[in-house]
């Protein structure tokens, strides 16, 4: 069994620093023309931070178990494990970031009448933003599925390719 205290001490290091960065660097300030809210300011900056490293971490994972590992050992299924996980990591947070993109940018308030869920279809649909969003988190999503149901080496270069075609966007 492998120690966590590692990722935990990397993940508090960055979350630490994306707070002190958006502190110090006034990331985190109101702007003063339009405010997309406190929930955008903060929270987009950190679901991109929980973004980056959980799609780095599913495509370097991939790419070990591709071309590095053979399928015998058990470290190629350690980082298949990994891959899946931080896929699947990697999906919620593409779908909050497309969510808190579209608060950002249309400055509504989330609310459950026709009127939100249109704009909200508009967003993902017809702007270049959203669908960037869109296809982002399906292909992460698709990457998450094959990493975790495959373990021949085909597969998982598939999932790679996958995993490559979520972060073009």
């Known amino acids: 069994r492998t120690a966590m205290w590692p990722v935990i001490v990397l993940l508090a290091a960055a979350l630490g620093a994306a707070v002190i960065g958006l502190l110090v660097g006034g990331g985190a300030a109101a702007p003063l023309v339009v405010d997309p809210g406190v929930a955008v300011r903060w929270g987009l900056p950190v679901v991109m931070l929980?973004?980056?490293?959980?799609?780095?971490?599913?495509?370097?994972?991939l790419l070990l178990a591709a071309f590095a590992l053979g399928k015998k050992e058990l470290s190629y299924e350690r980082a298949l494990r990994v891959a899946g996980w931080s896929a699947a990591v990697w999906t919620v947070s593409s779908v909050f970031a497309g969510a808190l993109t579209f608060q950002a940018v249309y400055l509504e308030p989330v609310s459950f009448d026709d009127r939100f869920g249109s704009l909200l279809a508009l967003f993902f649909s017809q702007t270049e933003i959203g669908l960037a969003w869109l296809w982002s988190s399906v292909f992460a999503a698709a990457t998450t599925v094959v990493a975790i149901a495959v373990r021949g080496y085909g597969p998982v270069v598939l999932a790679g390719v996958l995993a490559v075609a979520g972060m073009w966007p």
Do not use: D, E, K, P
Not at 50 to 61: C, E, F, N, P, Q
């Open 50 to 61: 929980v973004l980056r490293i959980s799609s780095s971490l599913t495509l370097g994972a």
